[in-house]
């Protein structure tokens, strides 16, 4: 079996401060690795993902997050913060060729301040 | 891009009601479907998942079940809801098990 678990439940920084939000993950098998969002009033959407290759995958907005194979960890940073990335922060698993599972951690709640 | 229609929005349903939420999707075909449950502090808890007709996987057991009588059309269901069915819901779909996942607006299950 596989399973997510997102350190943090909620993470609160100052606008401009850089920010980590951890994801460590339990498999026995390869895994794909995704970050998702949810910003207030909106549904999931994808922020990025590592299917394989180059270890650093980054977003279209600044966010960056390693895959840590020796440490099945998916940590998501940015090193400045907008209030506008107030938002919830899903990080979620699919185990190679075991019929698509997708599992989610618990979400890190960001809340950016003035 | 796919779409998801999730519906209804809310439902209130008495315990010991049935239950059926339907999802259909729209722009891929033979998808892989999901139901989850999104509680506060809990994250995305996966009911169940499919990747084609007649082909249901549960992931935690309980009082709810799921089929797929069409390629696009993802029913959860209930014989007799608890209190504890109570939650929000979520349909998703992606095309393949290393693509974007695409979710719908949700349902608000209150059973009272």
């Known amino acids: 079996a596989q399973s997510v678990t997102q350190l943090d439940s909620q993470v609160p920084v100052f606008e401009e401060a850089p920010v980590e939000l951890r994801c460590n993950y339990s498999?026995?098998?390869?895994?794909?690795l995704f970050w998702y969002v949810q910003y207030p009033n909106q549904g999931l959407q994808l922020l990025l993902k590592?299917?394989?290759?180059?270890?650093l995958v980054e977003s279209i907005n600044g966010f960056e997050a390693e895959f840590n194979k020796s440490q099945t960890s998916f940590h998501l940073r940015k090193p400045s913060v907008h209030i506008s990335d107030t938002a919830e922060y899903f990080c979620?698993?699919?185990?190679?060729?075991?019929?698509?599972?997708?599992?989610f951690g618990q979400g890190t709640e960001l809340s950016v301040k003035p | 891009s796919q779409t998801i229609h999730q519906w209804p929005a809310t439902l209130v349903q008495p315990v010991g009601s049935p239950l059926s939420l339907e999802c259909t999707v729209e722009?891929?075909?033979?998808?892989?479907l999901y139901w989850y449950r999104q509680a506060a502090g809990r994250g995305l808890q996966l009911l169940f998942y499919?990747?084609?007709?007649?082909?249901i996987s549960s992931e935690v057991p309980q009082n709810l079940s799921a089929s797929r009588p069409q390629d696009r059309q993802f029913i959860l269901s209930s014989k007799k809801l608890l209190l504890s069915d109570s939650g929000f819901y979520l349909c998703?779909?992606?095309?393949?098990?290393?693509?974007?996942?695409?979710f719908g607006q949700g349902t608000r299950l209150t059973v009272v």
């Open positions: 998703a779909s992606r095309w393949s098990e290393n693509t974007e996942a695409f």
């Open positions: 498999s026995s098998v390869s895994v794909y």
């Open positions: 590592y299917l394989s290759g180059s270890t």
């Open positions: 979620a698993v699919t185990p190679y060729n075991q019929g698509g599972k997708l599992i």
């Open positions: 722009g891929t075909s033979n998808p892989n």
């Open positions: 499919s990747v084609g007709i007649g082909q």
